[in-house]
């Protein structure tokens, strides 16, 4: 059974306003990413969960289906991603759905077919767990990082002191492209992926850019249009 796709797009953000359909060489972010989702050819439907009647008239536009969120609480800026995918589960009834769901977000925008390709294919070998996007950290963290106490420090692995950079096994962060897993998996919170129950696709780290300020939608910009060229 092909994935079904939940794009999470909610109408308010503090730090960048309209966050979810900002202006990305010409489109909406929201319009180019599902134009790129439909483009692969990969999924059973396309689908926007939004508490916003412009979002939901770009998405229509764009080709997906819409579904209003049950309650406002889950358009907060405090609300985890997976309780809005629970929400979409429970309205669609697909608990027991042999459709597994990818949770893909809307400025997700430098993500490949090939990815999603090798994200379905580890969700297949490993059908109970979660399969998320990962990039490499660019600074690694094991080695002096400390925490400040007072006028002192703590160094948080000491063991790794004398040790070079390069020596140090690597350490992957959460990218937040997307995250697929089987209903059943997402709606049993000791399942999820940070409970240690997940496989990774590694994002290539020119494209791990999570937008949170005007300077990471900038940088989102030039990468998009320099792979459009």
């Not at 997976?82 to 759905?97: Q, T």
Request: net charge negative; charged share 30%.
């Amino acid at each position: 059974m092909k994935p079904i796709v939940l794009i999470p797009a909610r109408g308010g953000s503090k730090r960048i306003p309209r966050k979810n359909i900002v202006e990305i060489s010409g489109q909406s972010a929201l319009t180019i990413l599902i134009l790129k989702l439909t483009r692969m050819n990969l999924f059973e439907e396309i689908v926007v969960s939004t508490d916003d009647d412009e979002i939901s008239q770009i998405s229509r536009s764009a080709g997906a289906s819409v579904i209003k969120r049950s309650s406002p609480e889950l358009s907060n800026d405090v609300t985890p991603s997976e309780d809005v995918v629970r929400d979409f589960i429970k309205a669609r009834d697909l608990k027991n759905s042999e459709n597994s769901v990818l949770c893909v977000y809307p400025l997700a925008l430098l993500l490949s077919d090939t990815e999603i390709i090798e994200a379905i294919n580890l969700l297949k070998e490993s059908p109970e767990k979660f399969v998320i996007s990962a990039g490499e950290s660019p600074i690694n963290p094991l080695r002096h990082n400390f925490k400040i106490e007072g006028s002192t420090i703590s160094v948080l692995f000491p063991e790794n002191n004398e040790k070079r950079s390069q020596d140090l096994e690597k350490v992957f962060f959460d990218v937040g492209m997307f995250y697929l897993a089987h209903p059943k998996t997402w709606i049993d919170p000791e399942k999820y992926w940070y409970r240690n129950n997940s496989r990774v696709v590694v994002i290539p780290q020119e494209n791990c850019i999570d937008v949170d300020t005007p300077d990471d939608l900038n940088k989102l910009r030039a990468r998009f249009k320099h792979l459009s060229n």
